[in-house]
């Protein structure tokens, strides 16, 4: 399995949209620093994911997400979430 999703930092309004194998491992290593394009804006939280099959599937829809319509569907879904 693959996903993608955004993870929201907890001290700047920052989204990262990515994709990975292992959900948890990846926002661990987010949190603890090893992603030097936002380790600056860690700590991370998981605000929206989606499960494929294939690792292609999980890159094109991270390609989606950061698009103008992307990012507006993402802005609707993180809303919704309480």
């Known amino acids: 399995m693959f996903f993608t999703y955004v993870a929201k930092s907890l001290i700047r309004e920052f989204y990262y949209k990515g994709h990975c194998a292992n959900l948890e491992l990846r926002l661990q290593e987010h949190n ?4 030097k394009s936002n380790k ?10 989606e499960e494929f099959n294939t690792r292609l599937e999980a890159i ?4 989606y997400f950061k698009t103008s319509a992307g990012r507006k569907f993402i802005k609707a879904k993180i809303t919704m979430v309480p």
């Open 32 to 35: 603890e620093g090893k992603t």
């Open 40 to 49: 600056c804006y860690a700590p991370f939280k998981i605000v929206y994911f």
């Open 60 to 63: 094109d829809r991270e390609k």
